[in-house]
């Protein structure tokens, strides 16, 4: 009996010892995490400027690359949206095993985390997809869209970083909470359930960010006196180191418009002139 005992209280003793290994092995991977996002987000940032400053350069001389540089530039703010969400996210998530949280509290955490990204991810696809539809110059001036169309590709990657990251962190969770031996028996079933909500979110959004724009050929308009030429020539974007801050800012417009179109620009069959 004697020997049961004392076999129970070492037992007990180690546990401690223990979880905090396990805290200490987890600290130690997420500060490394944090450290690669760091570096990642400073070279979001660089590329989105380079690739912005190259787009704002092409517009002034009305070059044939235009279309790929907006492309470029675009996408340039969506990768720039996901580095800074996700080095945010971890650093919050940081923050919050620091005060050592339970399984419970973890998986409550969590639920608030998925609950926030599935209101925000509807309203971000429908703005993406409104966007992708717009007649510009005829619905909306061009000057307009392109500062919404920027907005929108840095909302849409930031959410696509959180997203990216939250699964991470859960499959973290389940690890870390296992190895310290007080994971909840119904855990397992919310993080599959999260697992389908955060694929379906991560889905939908990448599906909107994807679509083609109705009117592309806003690159390419050189109509005397009309909103795509004084859009094409006159403003673009000018990142700022935080993702959530981008504004356009204006160019001086060309004083002449030509009535031809750039080298990179569709046939007259393929374009949708609105």
Known sequence: MRIGLAACVAFLLAMPASASNVRKEF?????AREADYASADAAADK???DT?????ETAKASGPTLIDDFKAAILAVHAHGEATARLKLLREFEAFMATK????GAQGWMQGKVAELQQAVPVAAAEEGRLNKIKVGVEEPGTQWIGE?????SVSGMLAGLIAELTLIDENL??????????QAHAAENRARWAVALSAMGQSLSAASRA????FNVLCTRRPGDELHRFALGQAF????????RTPARIPPRSSPSSSTTGTCPSSSARNTP
Request: overall charge positive; aromatic content about 10%.
């Open 212 to 215: 083609a724009p109705q009117p």
């Open 27 to 31: 600290a130690g991977i997420w500060t």
């Open 101 to 104: 949280p339970s399984s419970a």
């Open 149 to 153: 169309k920027a907005k929108a590709a």
């Open 47 to 49: 590329a989105e400027r």
């Open 52 to 56: 912005s400053a190259k787009f704002i």
């Open 174 to 183: 389940r690890a870390y909470y296992q190895g310290i031996g007080v994971e």
């Open 238 to 245: 000018t990142p700022t180191s935080s993702a959530a801050s």
